[in-house]
């Protein structure tokens, strides 16, 4: 059956003789989006790269979405002020929603710092398939990694609306999980793990 969508009588959206259940039980796990959310250098990319590998050889099957990398294509029109970031989250989390639908575990690294946005996208997904990660690492700490130097950027000034710095980042009032980031990876990555077998998203 065709519904039509709210505000355009002439988009309609076509169900498809496949459904998400179909994927799910030829795929033999269900697709979700786990959603980490911190600081830059927290280690939101480090930790979702190295769950994708153990998830990889358990034989799920994963995509992982990157910031800075949807920023080469997707979200390349896009800057960082507040409308920027929130549209750049909006297609972030549709992208997403579509790849649940295909039955994929979607790891989502970007710093998010609103709490709007991050519901926005949970929203869009049904419920218990959004899973947001709170990769809790102290600014100090970040600061030291600076993997792409941009704190020291911004503490000089040459980058504006520097999450931490001069733009806020609201923490997660209640996800589903929070890592200490200063945590070893693979201790962090069986903490995830434990978490999708406990909602059942993967088998044991």
């Known amino acids: 059956m065709s519904e039509v969508l709210a505000g355009n009588e002439n988009i309609v959206w076509h169900s498809h003789p496949v459904t998400r259940e179909d994927r799910e039980q030829q795929n033999q796990h ?4 786990l959603w980490f959310t911190g600081l830059s250098g927290s280690g939101k990319s480090t930790i979702a790269g190295a769950l994708e590998k153990a998830l990889h050889q358990l034989g799920i099957r994963t995509y992982l979405l990157d910031g800075d990398n949807v920023r080469h294509g997707l979200c390349k029109d896009l ?4 409308e920027d970031r929130k549209e750049n989250i909006r297609r972030v989390g549709e992208v997403a929603s579509l790849m649940t639908d295909a ?6 690294a970007f ?5 709007e946005e991050r519901n926005m996208v949970r929203r869009l997904l049904p419920e218990g ?6 990769v809790n690492t102290p600014l100090a700490v970040c600061e030291l990694r600076d993997p792409k130097g941009l704190y020291r950027k911004a503490r000089a ?4 609306h520097f999450t931490g710095i001069d733009s806020e980042y ?27 077998r406990r909602e059942v998203i993967i088998k044991n």
Not at 79 to 82: E, Q, R, V
Not at 157 to 160: A, F, K, L, Q, V
């Open 30 to 33: 269900k697709g979700a989006v």
């Open 79 to 82: 800057g960082f002020s507040d």
């Open 129 to 134: 398939r959004f899973i947001e990660v709170f």
């Open 157 to 160: 000034g040459e980058i504006r």
């Open 111 to 115: 710093i998010s710092p609103h709490r």
């Open 170 to 196: 609201e923490t997660p009032e209640e996800p589903e999980i929070t890592l200490n980031g200063e945590q070893l990876v693979t201790h962090l990555v069986q903490q995830l793990l434990d978490v999708l």
């Open 103 to 108: 039955g994929l575990i979607v790891l989502s």
